[in-house]
């Protein structure tokens, strides 16, 4: 990630964009607005905000003050023009997909074909016509192996899960741009903290805010960034943004909106449309937790590289995944993509096979055994047995899932005692 010119820095925005100075509770301070919506001046208003002529805390337009806070502090942490706030991470990537592809359209997902991930794009997707090519994450040329006269987006996670490799995401998308599709990136796991995927060449960002942005365990949501880049007008393949739409009066999304066409019309024909709508608690949780997410995120990735340096010297550990590495294949990325840290995730390969998988994740007691990450507390998972069990046993390897390995996510404990658990799990008397 760059650094700023000029302007605010990261952890101040991360507290202050988006929340208006107010006189009564003090600059910045969030409250929760928790009416669905708001009562009209007059019936001219109305038909203003039904007719998209004005926006407005109004129910039937999706937009709420506490979550339009949510939605323009993470547009400018991400570097977006604008940005949608939803019900989970699925709901976001499924409505950012909804606006792309009709059916017999493909999508090129490059991934580690993480479980839940691949069950949504490679299952229920295919119920709406909707097919999906999978590329290698970090080989190019199977993104362009994967490209075909339908392809309609490539989606790629900037941290792939649980590989603890980096996408390359400015070649990646050069490979886009030159097919004149958008590229999407799941940036849920580097959070804007480490990685900015727009300065790159990414188009769209997604993220499962119930992870590492709100970093307590205590919401679900999803947020959808535009980059404002991609030219969607007159482009016929992309219809819900380039034509007319009869039910607006003839109005054209990308042209009456511009470089955040995108996000408005996720906004109006999807989540309006569909319903995953975020409630406004959770919307206030995820600001809550926005506001220490740069603090968190840089112990986060501290105590994981050291967990990883102390793990690769380890006679029970055959492998460690984890870019922070000196050693490891994507550190020259790392350096290039995410020099604040590599993040809080990283998987390791036991010398004894699934038994030994097994008896650590059954020792730990300090990690929890549990497949969610981003909490502040420390957490590790079999993904052979949870996430990535429905794969075959080639398909897991490939995944970096075999069943000698197992996931950790760094928490934000005294590094002393996250390695003292590790320790004591991996013990062999």
């Known amino acids: 990630m760059t650094e700023q010119a000029a302007g605010p820095g990261f952890a101040t925005l991360a507290i202050h964009a988006g929340a208006p100075a107010d006189p009564a509770l003090g600059a910045g301070t969030t409250q929760i607005d928790q009416p669905a919506g708001g009562v009209y001046e007059d019936i001219e208003q109305a038909a203003a905000l039904f007719g998209l002529e004005g926006f407005g805390n109004d129910f039937s337009r999706s937009f709420n003050p506490t979550n339009a806070t949510l939605e323009e502090r993470i ?10 706030a939803v019900a989970s991470g699925r ?14 359209d493909e999508l090129i997902a490059g991934g580690h074909r993480y479980g839940g991930q691949m069950h949504q794009i490679d299952q229920a997707y295919k119920t709406f016509g909707w097919n999906v090519r999978w590329a290698d994450p970090v080989n190019l040329e199977s993104y362009q192996r994967a ?4 392809t309609k987006a490539i989606f790629v996670e900037s941290f792939p899960n649980p590989g603890g490799r980096i996408v390359d995401i400015a070649a990646v998308a050069k490979i886009a741009k030159e097919a004149r599709v958008p590229l999407i990136v799941d940036n849920t796991l580097a959070t804007p903290y480490l990685l900015r995927p727009f300065e790159h060449g990414a188009d769209i960002i997604i993220h499962s805010t119930t992870k590492f942005l709100g970093g307590h365990d205590a919401l679900t949501g999803g947020l959808i960034i535009d980059g404002g880049t991609f030219p969607w007008q007159a482009d016929a393949r992309f219809p819900l943004l380039s034509a007319p739409r009869p039910d607006y009066g003839g ?31 959770n919307a206030f949780l995820i600001l809550s937790g926005l506001e220490t997410l740069a603090l968190r995120m840089q112990r986060h990735s501290e105590n994981a590289l050291r967990v990883a340096e102390h793990l690769a010297g380890h006679a029970a550990v055959s492998a460690v995944n984890y870019p922070g590495l000196s050693n490891d294949p994507a550190q020259a990325l790392a350096k290039i993509y995410c020099p604040r840290g590599a993040g809080p995730v ?20 300090l990690f929890s055994s ?6 502040t507390r420390s957490r590790a998972s079999h993904p052979a047995s949870t996430t990535h069990r429905h794969l075959s046993d080639l398909e897991k390897i490939d995944a970096c899932a075999g069943p000698e390995m197992i996931r950790l996510s760094i928490g934000l404990e005294d590094i002393a005692d996250i390695v003292a658990d590790l320790d004591q799990a991996l013990a062999t008397g």
């Open 91 to 104: 709901a976001a990537q499924f409505l950012a997909f909804h606006m792309l592809l009709q059916a017999g």
């Open 346 to 365: 990283l998987s390791c390969r036991l010398a004894g096979g699934f038994e030994a998988a097994a008896t650590v994740i059954a020792r730990l007691r």
């Open 370 to 375: 549990l497949t969610e990450v981003g909490d």
């Open 75 to 84: 547009a400018t942490l991400e570097g977006g023009t604008a940005a949608l």
């Open 251 to 281: 109005l054209v999304f990308a042209e009456t909106f511009g470089n955040f066409a995108f996000a408005t019309a996720c906004r109006i024909l999807g989540l309006n449309e569909l319903g995953p709508a975020l409630s406004p608690f």
């Open 147 to 150: 490209l075909s006269p339908q």
